[in-house]
């Protein structure tokens, strides 16, 4: 499945990603960051198409990793945007 994970601690909450996802995918959380910010939550397991637009828009360059074809249990951590 694709999915994208959200590193909270650098989410601003500018929500760019949210408006910009075709999908639906990211939503505003609930819970405030270490900055102080209701940092974005992705929601799209069974409709993220793996796209990347939200990573590219993103203005944090850490915040947003986008996975195709992989489960988060498998996630190593260190890999990039994959956009293979
Ligand atoms: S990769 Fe594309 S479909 Fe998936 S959350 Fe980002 S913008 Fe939405
Ligand atoms: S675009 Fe980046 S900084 Fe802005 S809400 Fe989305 S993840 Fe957070």
Known sequence: MNYVKIAADQCKGCRVCISTCPRHCLVVGS???S????NTVFVGED???AC?????????PGAITVFRDE????????????ES
């Not at 990347?52 to 944090?60: A, H, I, N, Q």
């Not at 489960?71 to 945007?81: Q, W, Y």
């Open 31 to 33: 819970q405030f960051n």
């Open 52 to 60: 990347g637009l939200c990573f590219y828009v993103c203005p944090e």
């Open 71 to 82: 489960s988060p249990e498998k996630e190593s951590g260190t890999k990039g945007e994959s």
């Open 35 to 38: 900055l102080g910010y209701q």
């Open 47 to 49: 409709r993220c198409t």
